[in-house]
């Protein structure tokens, strides 16, 4: 018998870096299964990373593409840094919606040093912005969570958050706390049967991926031999791959399936 496609219909969904990448990938395919999108991005360049961020335009666009489908879209220009900001957008998601149902927390940004070589700002953004901003955002939405019949929250997290790789440690530290922040926020709302999952992706196609090699000068040889050369499948990761794993995380079939990370990686964790 074929699996049913996910229905979301009536539903509404926050994603935390909306705007390009796999943010809007997910957020595109939520759409597709009927929930309405509140879009967040912080639609601007930062000192950390070097590499260019998500666009104002860029994050109109993906509202564009939902409403085009059909649905109902707001765009929220939020810093997940800033508790003020991410406490704002969620109200604007309450005005706007009346309530939310799955929180995808996919905002992040990167740097690649040896540790001893890291500035304090380059760890602060990167665990502020891929940790703290993790915790940030799930406290602002719990409260809507908790109220939605079938709560659904997704962190996007990394393989570099169950295992090291060179040149990493800020971005594997803070990827390891939201392999913790899975476990713990799944034990705590399961009483209000909402799931608290992540994904672990490998390397994703995405201007995460050509930023930091840009940043770096490394061609795409280089970055097959550096950040690839232990995927067992050594192809780049589609955008659309970790969508999968998002949708099947959101489907009925997995809705006792909580506290879990799944890794969508080419392999690498069997290592
Ligand atoms: N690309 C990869 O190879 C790869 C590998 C493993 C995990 N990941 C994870 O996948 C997720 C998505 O990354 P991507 O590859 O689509 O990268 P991306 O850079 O294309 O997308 C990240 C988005 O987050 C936004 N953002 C950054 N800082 C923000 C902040 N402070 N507040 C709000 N928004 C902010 C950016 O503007 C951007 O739109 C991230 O959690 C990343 O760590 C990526």
């Known amino acids: 018998m074929a699996a049913k496609p996910v229905d979301l219909t009536g539903q509404v969904a926050l994603v935390t870096g909306a705007a390009r990448g796999q ?15 509140a879009a967040l991005d912080v639609c601007t360049d930062l000192d950390v990373p070097a590499y260019p961020l998500a666009t104002r335009a860029e994050l109109d666009d993906v509202v564009a593409e939902v409403t085009a489908r059909g649905r109902r879209a707001v765009p929220l220009v939020a810093d997940v840094r800033d508790p003020a900001s991410v406490e704002a957008a969620v109200a604007a998601v309450e005005d706007a919606f009346g309530r939310l149902d799955v929180l995808v927390n996919n905002a992040a940004v990167v740097t690649s040093a040896p540790f001893w070589e890291l500035s304090e700002q380059q760890w602060s953004a990167v665990v502020d912005t891929n940790l703290s901003g993790v915790w940030r955002t799930t406290k602002a939405a719990s409260a809507l969570l908790r109220r939605s019949p079938r709560g659904r929250v997704v962190h996007i997290g990394s393989t570099g958050g169950v295992r090291a790789v060179p040149e990493f440690a800020h971005y594997v530290a803070a990827k390891h706390g939201v392999v913790g922040l899975t476990r713990a926020m799944a034990i705590e709302l399961a ?14 196609d995405s201007p995460m991926l050509s930023g930091l090699a840009d940043e770096l000068g490394l061609t795409p040889d280089d970055v097959h031999k550096r950040w690839l050369h232990d995927q067992l499948l050594m192809e780049v990761i589609s955008p659309d791959e ?14 006792h399936v909580t506290g879990h990370c799944l890794a969508v990686d080419g392999g690498a964790l069997a290592r």
Not at 23 to 37: K, N, V, Y
Not at 196 to 203: F, K, R
Request: charged letters at 15%.
């Open 242 to 255: 970790v969508t999968g794993a998002l949708m099947w995380l959101l489907s009925d079939p997995a809705r």
């Open 191 to 204: 009483p209000d049967a909402v799931t608290v999952n992540a994904i672990l992706p490998g390397a994703v």
């Open 23 to 37: 943010g809007r990938s997910h957020c595109l395919a939520l759409a597709d299964a009927g929930a309405d999108i």
